[in-house]
């Protein structure tokens, strides 16, 4: 763009030599004031060109600055993506080390409720056994009562009283 405006600059500076050796060699007026005018349009042409390659170089620095601006949010913006993919594979790390959690004290507990209900299981052959035993005791104790009754207590003597409840 500056080359065209070099041109330009050239070509007017040219034109207006070239009107100023017209004028010096006695060429018609007419022609004279056709050259001058020639001369303010190219010279207008040429501030034209000037206004336009600031206001081109003012939007060049604009744009360069708006390109700074978008390449710092850019990098801040990456640097927050590269915090959340970390903080998201942590997070999966815990995700999976309370699923292991999980799956072990469920185990555990499958267990533990198996081995209590064997227990439990074992608390009720106990209890049918010792109510067993109890009566297998009541039913001894009645005979050993009876035996003895016939062997020679006498008949004022009070029969024997029995506990079912008494530890043998």
Do not use: F, W, Y
């Not at 009107?19 to 020639?38: D, F, I, P, T, Y």
């Not at 349009?41 to 601006?69: M, P, Y």
């Not at 499958?110 to 109890?134: I, M, R, Y």
């Amino acid at each position: 763009m500056t080359r065209i405006v070099t041109r330009t600059i050239l070509a007017t500076v040219s034109l207006i030599l070239g009107v100023g050796l017209l004028s010096l060699c006695g060429c018609e007026n007419s022609a004279l004031e056709e050259a001058q005018q020639e001369a303010r349009r190219a010279k207008a042409t040429v501030s034209t060109l000037e206004l336009n390659i600031a206001k081109g170089q003012q939007e060049i620095s604009d744009l360069k600055d708006e390109l700074s601006i978008v390449r710092e949010t850019r990098d801040e913006l990456q640097k927050q993506a590269d915090q959340l993919v970390q903080e998201r594979d942590q997070a999966l790390v815990l995700a999976q080390q309370a699923e292991q959690v999980i799956t072990h004290l469920s185990t555990r507990a499958s267990g533990q409720n198996s081995a209590t209900e064997a227990l439990q299981k074992e608390v009720a052959e106990l209890k049918a056994l010792v109510a067993d035993q109890a009566a297998l005791i009541e039913e001894l104790q009645k005979g050993a009562a009876t035996e003895a009754a016939i062997e020679g207590a006498s008949l004022d003597d009070p029969p024997p009283v029995v506990d079912p409840n008494r530890d043998l």
